[in-house]
């Protein structure tokens, strides 16, 4: 897979060379382009934002440099190109899945009061928002797209860090961890887990989960429990 991200904060990305994802994009298991909107501005003094016609606070990116860069890294329109904002589609573990299918994704950063509306008409596909607050540009949301979706790719995680157990894989929250020691503090590990029995454990788990789903996310254990009758 490979994710083009278009952005006048390319430094910004450097944040994704480390940690799991890092380790993935150095094997080549994706690929993430990250290209600086200001290289294709036809400005003299390569400016990407102007005043908004009509009046009001903040500057707006311009459309040409955008326009550019989009055609410059996906000529033929192969990407699915997304608009980071705050009026898309809310991102949840579905959609993660979903664009972890695709062979292209274009990710379009908006920085300042937002983007020339003629571009996104022109251009874009779909608008996507990671939560109803408003980050200061989309480099934030970006990455944290690529990172849940990365998650999904083959190759990304290793046999230790499978991606079936976790909180969303079945709907629910995920159960509460321990590791050494089994005494803390005076608090114990719960006795089940100590013992080595797997059809308990998975049980003790189950239960766990369900209860915490219950009490903080009542939407997912609707959600759940609709989608388990329907089965
Ligand atoms: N840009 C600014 N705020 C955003 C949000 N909540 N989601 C995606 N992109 C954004």
Redesign the pocket.
């Known amino acids: 897979m490979r994710i083009d991200v278009l952005t006048v904060f390319p430094e910004e990305f450097a944040a994704l060379d480390s940690g799991v994802v890092g380790r993935a994009l150095q094997k080549g298991v994706f690929e993430v382009n990250v290209v600086n909107i200001r290289d294709y501005s036809a400005d003299k003094h390569r400016r990407t934002d102007d005043y908004p016609f009509g009046g009001g606070a903040g500057m707006v990116m311009t459309p040409q440099p955008i326009y550019d860069a989009i055609q410059a890294v996906d000529p033929e329109r192969k990407a699915r190109r997304i608009y ?3 009026r ?1 589609r809310t991102f949840d573990h579905e959609l993660s899945l979903e664009l972890a299918r695709e062979e292209r994704i274009l990710l379009l950063c ?1 920085s300042y009061e937002g983007v020339d509306e003629r571009v996104l008409e022109l251009c874009i596909d779909e608008e ?11 480099e934030l ?1 970006a990455m944290v797209v690529i990172n849940a979706l990365s998650r999904h790719i083959d190759g990304v995680l290793g046999c230790s860090e499978s991606d079936e157990d976790e909180s969303f894989a079945d709907g629910l929250l995920e159960y509460p961890q321990y590791t050494r020691p089994s005494t803390f503090m005076g608090k114990e590990v719960p006795e089940v887990l100590l013992n080595g029995h797997h059809a308990k454990i998975n049980a003790w788990r189950m239960e766990k989960s369900l209860e915490l789903t219950k009490e903080r996310r009542p939407d997912l254990y609707e959600k759940y429990l609709k989608k388990k009758d329907e089965k």
Do not use: E, H, Q, R
């Not at 996507?128 to 989309?138: A, C, E, K």
């Open positions: 980071m904002s705050p898309g908006g996507l928002s990671i939560g109803d607050y408003v980050l200061t540009g989309g949301a």
